[in-house]
């Protein structure tokens, strides 16, 4: 089965920076777009980042020119590097990746477990 992990959170200065990873593994025959949501206390899952299988990214607006979203399909991981955090940026990270588990199945999402993040003044 189709297993994602997540790695990289932890707890950083105003300013600091973190670069999260997610690696994907099991029956995998393809993946396609790969992205990283957020959800604080109180407020509903936003995406932060994605990247299509063709390299393409989207930010969202508040972290455009400080998150980098990238991807190593060899090892089937996405990554997002954090520079510039900001308290307002304190959330669980998940990252999800569609997946098709065998050439004739429906590509699906898979959702990593979340990492914390939290940014102090």
């Known amino acids: 089965q189709v297993q994602v992990v997540e790695s990289g959170g932890g707890s950083v200065q105003a300013g600091g920076s973190l670069r999260l990873s997610c690696s994907a593994s099991g029956s995998i025959y393809s993946i396609n777009d790969m992205g990283w949501y957020r959800q604080a206390p109180g407020k509903q899952r936003e995406l932060v980042a994605s990247?299509?299988?063709?390299?393409?990214?989207n930010y969202e607006d508040s972290v455009k020119g400080r998150f980098t979203i990238s991807r190593d399909n060899a090892k089937k991981t996405v990554y997002l590097q954090m520079n510039s955090l900001k308290p307002e940026d304190t959330a669980v990270y998940y990252c999800n990746v569609r997946i098709s588990p065998r050439s004739w199945a429906y590509a699906q999402p898979y959702w990593g477990q979340g990492t914390q993040v939290t940014v102090s003044s």
């Open positions: 990247i299509t299988s063709g390299g393409i990214t």
